[in-house]
């Protein structure tokens, strides 16, 4: 993903779920999470796990994953991940884990800090097995059907591919640019990652590996960023830097819709159960839930102004929203947006 944020998680609530956006309304809240240092605390992709109801933040300089229990505010920890040093002068930072996916019973962990990926029990929260990767991980998802990890490597232009049972690696794909972004489309066999240096959207083979379709993402300069899917209507979301797009991958990979969402884009989120895309805007301040109708057109039901920072939202089985926040200097919580009931 781009960079990293160094602060907290914003939390944001709805009232409920109907197509008005007068009748769908949030609360903005902040969770504080621990361990923060003076620049705060580096987070980067969060997730919210259906099966332990807990958002995984994996907390960058602390060499902490923190698991939020979203009914009470309680965090407990994950420690000794790995930190490591990068960058110089002003652009000194600390770095560890920053990325996570959900797979059958276990969690992954991708680390930046020594490059590592690791599998964490949900339940007991005991790191098992780690493999190290010879390139830093961004993004990492869960393939179910191959029983995989996939790991987006954009330092040098790959993904790696992992069997999910004892982490080795099984494959390395290259490209011509940069994999940023990652969904998984088992109805179709795919996995979805743009080029972010080039603007262009990829769906490749899950078992071949073959790159089968390229499109183009229309996102710009900037190129499109983080993606979603819809297996079952065959709509694959684009994250691009001011706008969320709505791409058919069911036929001919044409650009459907888009709504404006303001600057500062990276990750998003959708929930297939109600169809609302969400999008956090780092930049504008700004979380905008859109709905997504059967014709890919996206309409806006919801701007939830959060703070300068917030953005990659996570959001829960009820709901409820939350973002990783950079900007508000010492503090280290996530913004929770929480519908209103």
């Known amino acids: 993903m781009h960079n990293v944020n160094r602060a907290l998680l914003i939390l944001v609530c709805s009232i409920g779920l109907s197509a008005s956006a007068a009748d769908l309304a949030y609360t903005v809240a902040m969770q504080a999470l621990p361990g ?16 332990t109801h807990a958002v995984w933040v994996p907390a960058g300089n602390t060499g902490a994953v923190d698991v939020v229990d979203p009914a009470t505010g309680k965090v407990r920890q994950i420690t000794g991940f790995p930190t490591a040093e990068m960058g110089s002068g002003e652009r000194k930072r600390v770095v560890g884990p920053s990325s996570v996916t959900i797979g059958s019973g276990t969690i992954y962990i991708g680390n930046r800090g020594d490059s590592t990926v690791c599998a964490v029990n949900p339940k007991t929260l005991v790191r098992g097995t780690c493999h190290k990767v010879d390139s830093m991980p961004d993004g990492l998802a869960y393939v179910g059907s191959t029983k995989e990890v996939w790991v987006t490597t954009p330092r040098d232009k790959s993904i790696r591919i ?38 262009l959207t990829l769906a490749i083979d899950l ?9 183009k993402a229309t996102c710009g300069a900037d190129g499109p960023h983080g993606l979603r899917v819809d297996e079952k209507a065959g709509q694959l979301f684009i994250a691009c830097s001011a706008r969320a797009e709505v791409m058919d991958v069911a036929h001919d990979g044409a650009v459907l819709s888009s709504v404006d969402t303001g600057d500062g884009v990276d990750d998003i989120d959708y929930s297939d159960a109600t ?47 939350y973002l990783a926040h950079s900007g508000l200097g010492k503090l280290s919580d996530l913004v929770v947006a929480t519908p209103k009931r």
């Open 162 to 199: 992992l069997d999910a049972v004892t982490l080795n690696e099984k494959a390395k794909l290259t490209f011509d640019g940069n994999p940023e972004g990652f969904a998984v489309d088992g109805k179709r066999g795919r996995f979805y990652t743009n080029m972010e240096d080039k603007d």
């Open 207 to 215: 078992t071949t590996h073959k790159t089968v379709a390229t499109w």
């Open 275 to 321: 169809h609302l895309l969400y999008v956090g805007a780092a930049k504008a301040g700004v979380l905008t839930v859109a709905r997504v109708d059967a014709n890919g057109k996206l309409a806006v039901v919801a701007k939830v102004t959060t703070h300068t920072g917030a953005r990659n939202p996570a959001v829960t089985s009820d709901g409820t929203v």
């Open 36 to 51: 923060a240092s003076a620049d705060g605390i580096g987070m980067d992709y969060i997730i919210f796990d259906p099966g």
